[in-house]
């Protein structure tokens, strides 16, 4: 009996003792520091939790996806595809409008591939970049060239264009955190190797990082005086956001104020009561004049809204700016009439001179790619709140105009893109358990 209560005081003690543990690591933890809240913690990013306007627009689940799963299927397997396969291991994108296959085209097509989880044809396409496109040696060692002849299998240029890079690199990167690097391509690997290439350009033989280091802005061309402008479509601030968390390659804070000075840039960029933006600019955002075209607002300039839309819905570091912006843009479009706007402007909203051709058609139109990427602008909850840009986009169609002009690349990628934005299923993809 005294063997026995001895036993009960030890264990009594013993578990007085872990209660005394427990309380202690329990007030311990209550006094600790809550982590700090992102800046932005409402922002997609950090929530994964992405806005389906078309379900707030009334549409159901079933026939958004069937309608996201169309637009694939029309731009990557239907008659008038874009996207053609090569022997059993390559592929590309084409712009069918101007008989070429561009870096812009091939790495939007793998963006579209890593996005709806379609491996192969991600995999294809970037074989094909880098077999033809990549440069192995030189001074453009790294860099792509921005145009090929599928026809002749040459190049039409060797000089690159920084906005392929700027896909290429993001698409890479959320390739190797969705499908990790051990499957037949190291993704992170050849990312990294583009990036890395980019910061060993120091101006020698007129090559430059993609980046304009002085000003933190993307270069139009990052090869010449091209080194010294810009294009606004080229700044996608949610882009840098996710170099500076996975590229892991030393720059993160330059990552980080690159897209901060894109967001200040494009505050410049689009100052105009239309929102309207010019298609190059200096760094101030003043327009550049090109032997091309003179400044307006014309086909790069579409994807400006769309740009936007994904920085307030991933990062929402600028929510106030983007809103004003959205409601003065879309405003400006729903008084030159919803189902009738044409393509192209000055920014003051009047009707340009010059029109500047979609491969060989010169003439406005109501063009698809725009309708969709007004579209996307919806995501910045534009006051007072409308959904009839969605509704729009909802019903417009890729297929020929009434006088047979089609152009399923631009228009069709644009509109994939926004019908992906506006369903949430163009998201910041992080890193997978493999």
């Not at 091939?106 to 880098?130: E, T």
């Not at 026809?151 to 969705?178: C, H, I, Q, W």
């Not at 063009?367 to 007072?384: D, E, I, K, N």
Request: aromatic content about 16%.
């Amino acid at each position: 009996m005294p063997k026995l209560s001895f036993r009960l005081s030890a264990l009594g003690w013993r578990a007085c003792l872990l209660a005394l543990c427990l309380v202690h690591l329990h007030a311990a933890h209550a006094q600790a520091p809550a982590p700090a809240r992102p800046p932005a913690g409402k922002a997609a990013f950090y929530t994964n939790v992405y806005p389906n306007l078309f379900r707030e627009a009334g549409y159901r689940q079933a026939d958004i996806d069937k309608k996201v799963a169309q637009a694939y299927h029309d731009v990557f397997e239907g008659p008038n595809k874009v996207y053609f396969e090569v022997g059993d291991s390559m592929a590309y994108v084409s712009d069918v409008k101007n008989e070429d296959a561009r870096t812009e085209g091939l790495s939007y097509g793998m963006m579209v591939a890593v996005q709806l989880n379609k491996k192969q044809v991600f995999d294809r396409l970037w074989r094909w970049s880098k077999k033809y496109l990549q440069h192995q040696s030189g001074p453009l060692e790294g860099y792509f060239a921005w145009s090929f002849n599928p026809a002749t299998m040459k190049r039409n240029s060797e000089g690159p264009a920084s906005d392929g890079e700027l896909y290429f690199v993001t698409s890479l990167l959320f390739a190797a955190n969705r499908w990790g690097n051990a499957t037949g391509i190291d993704y992170y690997r050849e990312a990294r190797r583009i990036l890395d290439a980019s910061w060993k350009k120091d101006g020698t033989g007129g090559v430059y990082n993609l980046f304009n280091t002085k000003a933190k802005q993307i270069s139009f061309v990052p090869t010449g005086d091209m080194y010294t402008w810009t294009d606004p479509s080229y700044h996608v601030p949610a882009f840098l956001e996710v170099w500076a968390e996975y590229a892991k390659d030393g720059h993160e804070q330059f990552y980080r104020d690159c897209a901060d000075t894109s967001r200040v840039f494009l505050h410049r960029a689009c100052t105009a009561p239309t929102g309207l933006n010019y298609d190059y600019t200096e760094f101030s955002g003043q327009p550049h004049a090109t032997r091309w075209a003179p400044p307006a607002f014309r086909y790069d300039s579409w994807r400006v809204p769309m740009n936007l839309a994904m920085d307030y819905v991933w990062f929402g570091k600028d929510r106030r700016w983007q809103q004003q912006y959205a409601q003065r843009f879309q405003g400006f479009l729903r008084r030159k009439g919803l189902n009738t706007f044409e393509d192209q402007f000055n920014v003051d909203g009047s009707r340009p001179e010059f029109i500047l051709p979609a491969g060989k058609v010169k003439k406005l139109r109501h063009s698809l790619g725009l309708v969709a990427t007004s579209a996307a602008a919806s995501l910045m909850r534009p006051a007072p709140p409308q959904l009839d840009f969605v509704h729009a986009l909802w019903n417009a169609k890729l297929a020929p105009y009434d006088d047979g002009y089609f152009d399923p690349y631009y228009d069709g990628l644009l509109y994939l893109f926004s019908l992906m934005h506006l369903s949430g299923k163009y998201q910041a993809i992080k890193p997978q358990t493999h």
